[in-house]
């Protein structure tokens, strides 16, 4: 396996200083190349899960291995792309790109290979407009660009699209496809929306909650493109739904308990 997480257990502190466990006893392999949705919601540890793998939060136990190798901390192997994109307000599009470079490359050929990154995600025209000139979705192409920069072996993807519109939603899920295709980067891809899960993945990854446990791991053998095949994606969506209908109900049970002791 490329991506080896073995029985990851997180915990964190609660206002009563009472342990609270996030993570249980995951374990989850993850070939090369291969797309992975880990889906579930919200409050299942998802998020929590994808920054261990980040090395930017520690598992409390367990331990993630990457091409042989135990992560304790972010490496260069592993590129990430939040909700939000995380634009430097003062940098333009390009500028933004270049960013992490500097300390890679001549300059040159970081300008190059910003460009490059850019043209894939069809932002070239763009190359001198500041985030607060883009629609939401621009600057989360911005993002991508900037994570495939240097060029990661793994692209981790915290809820990229969930703020974004259905039309802008569908339009970057085509175009990250066809990136995926071209570079063969193993992707972890963290959302709460089932059909997004079917639309890009080879794998589902199906998270409970309370703590955060792997339910089901579903391999999407659905061809690609999947738009194509609308009869057997809703039936996977279906399927998928009778696995986290008991997690979500969960979540709104404790959600309304919470409100009535306020």
């Known amino acids: 396996m490329f991506i080896e997480i073995s029985n990851v257990h997180k915990q964190y502190g609660d206002k009563n200083n009472h342990q609270v466990d996030i993570l249980k006893d995951i374990n989850l392999g993850v070939n090369k190349g291969e797309f992975v949705s880990i889906l579930g919601p919200s409050g299942c540890g998802k998020s929590t899960l994808l920054s261990i793998v980040a090395g930017l939060t520690p598992a409390s136990s367990g331990e993630i291995i990457v091409s042989g190798k135990k992560i304790d901390k972010p490496g260069k192997d592993r590129g990430m792309v939040f909700q939000q994109a995380a634009l430097f307000p003062w940098l333009n599009v390009l500028e933004n790109v270049l960013f992490p470079l500097k300390q890679e490359m001549p300059k040159k ?7 490059k990154q850019l043209q894939k995600v ?5 190359l001198s407009h500041y985030p607060h000139e883009l629609s939401g979705g621009m600057q989360q ?9 240097m060029n990661p072996e793994i692209l981790l993807m915290d809820e990229p699209f969930g703020a974004l519109d259905e039309q802008t939603r569908s339009r970057l899920h085509e175009q ?4 995926w295709a071209e570079t063969q980067k193993t ?12 639309k890009l993945s080879d794998r589902i990854i199906v998270m409970g909650t309370k703590p955060g446990v792997i339910l089901k791991d579903i391999k999407v053998e659905i061809p690609r493109p999947r738009h194509e ?3 057997e994606m809703v039936e996977l969506e279906e399927y998928i739904m009778s696995y986290l209908k ?4 969960k979540v709104i049970r404790e959600e309304l308990a919470d409100e009535s002791t306020h």
């Open 246 to 249: 008991k997690e979500i109900d």
């Open 229 to 231: 095949h609308k009869k």
């Open 187 to 198: 992707i972890l891809f963290v959302t709460h929306s089932i059909s997004e899960s079917i």
């Open 109 to 115: 050929q970081a300008e190059a290979e910003a460009k």
């Open 122 to 126: 069809q932002l070239s025209k763009y």
């Open 141 to 149: 192409r911005v993002a991508i660009a900037r994570a495939l920069a």
């Open 176 to 179: 990250l496809e066809t990136i």
